[in-house]
């Protein structure tokens, strides 16, 4: 299977948009947006359905498939569970979150590979067995090795990541899914999707001084809130796209994960000509420009967006100010100016501890060079960072490029290091012997999400996020009150200054960027002699065992593990950090389930009553002794359950501990998919407030199960201890062939049975 995004491939792509794009503006009788225009050249089968935003299931054929390393071991050991011989799309496999952040770069990289070999093995040796695409340690972390790579406007990919939708920058349509999703796709099953509703985001005006893009999605967030785009592609429009670098447009359809939407896009325009020129693709360029009708929304749409986006919301660029984000959940926003009066009535603490900049979703070339561009201010002065730097390159061809263009020593010459091309500190690879167990403190970072214990596992930590230059600026005051358009710093020699706002920055280096050699593997044309490496005695991988079908009876009084209180997102479901390393270990993983919820009940996190024995114990150990005890349970969930990451392990672990239904007020996309697939029932109070009558003892029976179908409710009874019995109706979004996933056991059981 070829892995490249060839010439031949895209004109595919561009020759099924455009005879789509007519049918389907023809079908529905209007202009279309952009969203509506890729989908349509994507549907499996075009026929009259005009589909509604938000209530249809759509059939997909995707262009590609992307897994990282820690989510891509549950696909592949889930694809190999299906019995087939290859993947039938292109497909690759990035190394990226099992790397260390602990003393720089090389030297976290040795231990990490020494660390994960048995894994890296595995993992590349499936990719030579099913026809895909490996990317080593080293390369880069996905999200930027796509873009560079594969990224292409008018396409659909879908990823095993919750950031995919970063390649939007690049025009693409990019999901984020669970890993089941993904393999069912390389199994040559169409991929389905809730059609999603659509929110447009004019934006006018110009970026300009110290604001970035990353302050737009900053804005965007602070509007739409983490459950705003729930279900929805967000889709940029108008002139002020044209001031975004392309580059700039990733790190905003990258963060759109942190309001929950399905993915985020922008309409394809010179900026992206340019990244694709400089990125070794000329020839997709070309065939982007002579296929532009099809990769930008209709004219009528911008005149009048009004009537064909559900929601609205317009940014002027022009007078957007830096903002920065957090603690604790990406949608807390407030200005840079507003941000000193916050410390003090919040009160935060001020000093910052650490300033880490970087990530897929900061660490272009633009970026690199808008961050040196404020070190270097501060070297001609003669100051360091006040506090440790810590510098994580996106990619190897970034690293490579800043290190020969004098970007990384300008950010060394302030005190930085520079950690490995890999995750690192954003998902919790991170060590931090310095802080004492529950010390508060404060880091800043140009990450995405900033969930508590997110980066280095201390729920004390209290994480700001921001652009890369005002995380550099922040570095260099050591306060979070320092507000860098207004406040003076001081100088070597005594004197006191004020930083300007960074140097326009090249998107692209003028002299092209360093390509790397060796750090991809591509499937060799014969695979019947590979076998794909696994030790039957690994701690870290297993392989999976089908779950059991259901037995067609209600369940009826089962007990309540947990009743969520406030987020819990899937970081609180199943934690990454040191959790990552059991990632293709479902048995040994499942220690880790629900250990970051806070229990409505007791308000401990992480644990509840054992009612075998009154017991306070963790979710982990007493879901196993229900599971001895062929004992099925409930969890239940306040708003947004589920909310973050792609990891269908936040699934899979409570269902092989025995959960039979997660009752929430309301679900995140991708967690309510990987629930569905792994067949727990997934379910919402018809009524919000019921959430308040479930008490510690209860039981729950959740009835006439043999007839649950498509838009009708299930029934509910809440047996509280006291005798007394309350009887609620639960909404949930499963279509007929969803019903099918539970009732088999699975979605996988589903497709082996085929
Ligand atoms: C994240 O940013 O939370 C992760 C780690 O990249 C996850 C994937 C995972 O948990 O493996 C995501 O965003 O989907
Ligand atoms: Fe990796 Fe963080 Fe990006 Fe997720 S958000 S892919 S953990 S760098």
């Known amino acids: 299977m070829e892995t490249d995004t060839t010439s031949e491939l895209v004109s595919n792509v561009y020759l099924k948009l455009k005879e789509n794009i007519v049918k389907y503006r023809n079908i529905v009788g209007r202009p279309l947006t952009l969203t509506e225009k890729i989908l349509s050249g994507h549907f499996n089968n075009i026929d009259e359905t005009v589909y509604s935003g938000g209530k249809d299931y759509v059939f997909l054929k995707p262009d590609r498939v992307a897994l990282q390393d820690v989510t891509g071991q549950m696909v592949m050991l889930q694809f190999m569970q299906a019995g087939l011989k290859q993947t039938s799309l292109p497909t690759t496999v990035h190394c990226d979150h099992l790397i260390r952040a602990e003393v720089q770069g090389d030297i976290d990289m040795k231990v990490s590979l020494d660390e994960n070999s048995e894994v890296f093995k595995f993992l590349q040796s499936a990719c030579a067995k099913y026809g895909c695409g490996f990317w080593k340690p080293g390369a880069g972390i996905i999200h930027q090795v796509v873009l560079e790579n594969y990224a292409f406007p008018g396409g659909l ?344 706002p960074p140097k326009p920055a090249p998107e692209v280096p003028e002299e092209g960027f360093m390509r790397p050699d060796g750090i991809f593997v591509a499937p060799p044309s014969n695979s019947d002699d590979v076998e794909v490496i696994i030790d039957p005695n690994s701690k870290r991988l297993q392989r999976l065992e089908p779950f059991p079908k259901w037995d067609g009876k209600d369940f009826e009084d089962i007990p309540i593990m947990v009743k969520a209180k406030g987020k819990c997102t899937t970081d609180h479901i199943s934690p990454a950090g040191a959790w990552l390393s059991l990632r293709g270990h479902l048995n040994n993983l499942s220690d880790n389930m629900l250990l970051g919820a806070v229990n409505a009940f007791n308000d401990k996190v992480g644990e509840g009553k054992n009612i075998l024995n009154n017991n306070i114990e963790s979710f982990s150990s007493i879901a196993r002794q229900y599971k001895e005890n062929q004992m099925r349970w409930v969890i239940i969930g306040d708003k947004n359950y589920g909310e973050g990451s792609s990891r269908e392990h936040a699934a899979m672990t409570p269902r092989f501990l025995g959960c039979a239904a997660v009752i929430t007020k309301s679900l995140a996309r991708i967690h309510e998919t990987n629930l569905k697939k792994q067949g727990i029932l997934a379910l919402t109070f018809s009524n919000p407030d019921d959430y308040e009558k479930i008490l510690e003892d209860d039981k729950i029976s959740l009835l006439d199960l043999k007839n649950i179908q498509p838009d009708k409710q299930v029934k509910c009874v809440i047996s509280h201890s006291d005798g007394i019995k309350d009887e609620i109706m639960l909404n949930h979004s499963y279509n007929q062939a969803q019903i099918e996933w539970f009732k088999a056991g699975s979605a996988l059981n589903v497709l082996r049975n085929r």
């Open 157 to 500: 990919m879908i990823g095993t990541d919750s950031h995919t939708p970063n390649a939007g920058g690049l025009g693409m349509i990019a999901i984020g899914v669970g890993g089941l999703d993904a393999a069912e796709t390389m199994a040559g099953m169409p991929w389905e999707l809730l059609y999603p509703k659509r929110i447009g985001v004019k934006l006018t005006g110009e970026l300009n001084g110290w604001t970035a893009p990353k302050d737009i999605i900053l804005k965007v967030a602070d509007e739409l809130t983490v459950s705003g785009g729930t279900n929805a592609i967000v889709e940029y429009f108008g002139p002020g796209t044209k001031s975004i670098s392309c580059t700039g447009k990733a790190t905003i359809t990258n963060m759109g994960a942190e309001i929950g939407a399905t993915c985020s896009l922008f309409p394809y325009d010179e900026r992206m000509e340019t990244y694709l020129k400089y990125t070794n693709r000329e020839n997709i360029a070309e065939l982007a420009n002579q296929n532009k009708e099809s990769l930008v929304a209709d004219s009528e749409v911008e005149n009048n967006p009004e009537k064909f986006f559900d929601r609205v919301i317009e940014i002027n660029l022009s007078t957007l100010e830096p903002h920065i984000v957090g603690p604790h959940t990406p949608d807390l926003a407030r200005t840079i100016s507003e941000l000193s009066d916050d410390v003090v009535s919040k009160d935060y603490v001020d000093p910052i501890s650490v300033a880490l900049m970087g990530s897929c979703t900061n660490s272009s070339y633009e970026d690199m060079s808008r961050a040196a561009s404020i070190a270097e201010q501060a070297k001609a002065k003669g100051i360091k960072a006040k506090i440790p730097l810590l510098v994580t390159p996106g990619s190897e061809q970034i690293r490579g490029t800043i290190e020969r263009d004098g970007q990384m020593d300008s950010l060394k010459d302030i005190g930085a290091t520079v950690l490995a091309n890999a995750c690192g500190p954003c998902i919790g690879q991170w060590n931090r012997p310095e802080l004492e167990n529950d010390q508060q403190n404060t880091i800043v970072t140009t990450f995405n999400r900033n969930f508590p214990g997110r980066n280095d596992g201390r729920r004390n930590t209290l994480n700001f996020i921001g652009s890369p230059e005002m995380i550099i600026a922040l570095a260099l005051g050591g306060k979070l009150s320092f507000n860098p358009l207004k406040d003076d710093l001081i100088a070597s020699d005594g004197t006191k200054f004020k930083l300007e």
